[in-house]
């Protein structure tokens, strides 16, 4: 079975910031997505950056320019790099991996939760005012 297993969350200050790690055991990338999620208390989990096997990236609108997302294939490790966090950062932050396909499955976008099944536990980041 795909392991995800997140690290790397804290407590910061507004401005602050942290690299949110991510290693994949067993996990085979072709054609395919890994993401970063963030559920708050009290909303909806949304996508906040995904990346593909072939480097392309998308990004919500609320962390274009802050986050970045990255991956060390040889290690088989996603990071997501965050800077000038703001308290409506604060959220529970979840890695997300499709399956790995021989031709990549355009049926949901990258952002979209329903493209990925497998799922870490999560890794808590708190930005404080």
């Known amino acids: 079975a795909v392991e995800l297993i997140e690290s790397g969350g804290g407590s910061v200050q507004t401005g602050g910031s942290l690299r949110l790690s991510c290693p994949t055991s067993?996990?085979?990338?072709?054609?395919?997505?890994m993401a970063w999620f963030r559920q708050a208390p009290g909303k909806e989990r949304e996508g906040v950056a995904a990346?593909?096997?072939?480097?392309?990236?998308e990004y919500a609108d609320s962390v274009k320019r802050r986050f970045t997302i990255s991956k060390d294939a040889p290690k088989n490790i996603l990071y997501l790099e965050m800077s000038s966090l703001k308290p409506e950062d604060t959220a529970m932050y979840y890695c997300?991996?499709?399956?790995?396909?021989?031709?990549?499955?355009?049926?949901?976008?990258?952002?979209?939760?329903?493209?990925?099944?497998?799922w870490g536990q999560g890794t808590l980041v708190t930005v404080s005012s």
């Open positions: 997300a991996a499709e399956p790995p396909r021989l031709v990549a499955d355009w049926k949901y976008l990258p952002l979209d939760a329903r493209k990925y099944d497998y």
């Open positions: 067993r996990y085979s990338w072709s054609n395919s997505f």
């Open positions: 990346i593909n096997d072939r480097g392309s990236t």
